[in-house]
């Protein structure tokens, strides 16, 4: 009989333990229930069920970032509102910097310097949300990723030049300039963009890359993953060692040839391929 108990109150330990573990947030969100007295039964299921919902749209969000969910053209609706909250957050900002922090490790691993390098040596950056931040039209326009885009709303705002940069991304981009290592900026923006696009990098604080590809005519037809690959393709062709692909969707990286390192930045608003 006293075993039984003493499993009993074993078993009983452990699943508070699991309980307690699987509270655990890395953004803060869950909010204690206070005491049941003291709470109506509604007010109780009302609580479990929006922590429920937090918890289901932040592992949605994960599994964007890891890839498990792909193709997707809008945002879950009862997702949006955390979507929002999360790319508008100091955690959001934090996970840009983390990033960044493997960027500056891999550094480590590559042997060009200033002084030794060959004028050979790239890095391929994209451009939207990965230097120039679209937060701002999406918090003008309310979406976070809850209706499709509109292409030429966006355009529109493209063209104001008023995009700022993504935290901690100016100090990266000038560390590797400052490397000798070649910039090249790939971007799904169409060729007739380039005198915005050109003037809010500037505003925003970069300058000094080897070249700017923009979308031509004939690429228009292509989709982002296909694009971009040529386009490294195309570099290599030319004899650049390409070191590294910074971009915030995964279409940026698919495709040959591969880049010896691939650092994405988080982004959960919308899917290109």
Request: proline content about 3%; overall charge positive; aromatic content about 12%.
């Amino acid at each position: 009989m006293d075993r039984s108990i003493f499993l009993s109150l074993a078993l009983a330990s452990l699943l508070v333990g699991v309980v307690s573990a699987r509270d655990w947030n890395i953004l803060n969100q869950l909010k204690a229930l206070g005491s049941s007295s003291s709470s109506s039964q509604n007010a109780i299921v009302s609580s479990g069920l929006s922590t429920n919902l937090k918890r289901y749209c932040e592992s949605w969000r994960f599994n964007v970032e890891v890839h498990n969910i792909r193709n997707f053209d809008v945002v879950p609706q009862e997702c949006v509102s955390h979507v929002q909250n999360y790319m508008t957050s100091s955690q959001y900002e934090d996970d840009v910097e983390r990033t960044v922090d493997e960027v500056i490790l891999h550094f480590g691993s590559m042997c060009c310097s200033k002084s030794k390098c060959d004028g050979m040596d790239a890095w391929i950056f994209d451009i939207d949300d990965t230097l120039l931040s679209t937060i701002p039209y999406h918090k003008s326009n309310g979406f976070f990723g809850g209706e499709k885009l509109n292409s030429t709303k966006f355009e529109d705002w493209i063209r104001k030049r008023k995009a700022p940069s993504v935290p901690h991304m100016v100090k990266l981009y000038h560390e590797i300039r400052e490397r000798g290592i070649k910039i090249f900026l790939i971007s799904s923006r169409k060729e007739y963009l380039r005198s915005a696009t050109v003037d809010n990098l500037i505003q925003a604080g970069y300058y000094g890359w080897s070249n700017l590809i923009l979308r031509g005519l004939e690429d228009e037809q292509k989709e982002v993953k296909q694009y971009k690959s040529e386009k490294r393709t195309w570099l290599t062709s030319l004899g650049y060692r390409v070191w590294g692909v910074m971009a915030d969707q995964w279409s940026s990286f698919a495709g040959c040839p591969l880049p010896k390192r691939t650092f994405k930045l988080p982004n959960s608003i919308y899917y290109v391929a």
